[in-house]
């Protein structure tokens, strides 16, 4: 989880957004976003495909299977 939390993080920054921005380009929460990266939360399969279309990533990137 602390993998996930660290690469969303580091890939919303990469591209200048805020947790706000990121949730508006997702068509999310901001609190969603915020309790993925304190690891409060997990993101369903759903939205894991969704954040790795947008990022143009694998999800095993995202969960840390590969670098």
């Known amino acids: 989880m602390k993998i996930f939390c660290e690469r969303l993080k580091d890939l919303r920054e990469e591209r200048g957004l805020t947790a706000t921005g990121l949730a508006k380009e ?32 694998s999800a095993d990137y995202l969960i840390g299977n590969e670098n």
Do not use: A, H
């Open 26 to 57: 997702l068509g999310l929460q901001t609190s969603t976003i915020m309790r993925w990266e304190r690891e409060e939360r997990i993101p369903s399969i759903e939205n894991l495909k969704l954040i790795s279309n947008y990022f143009d990533v």
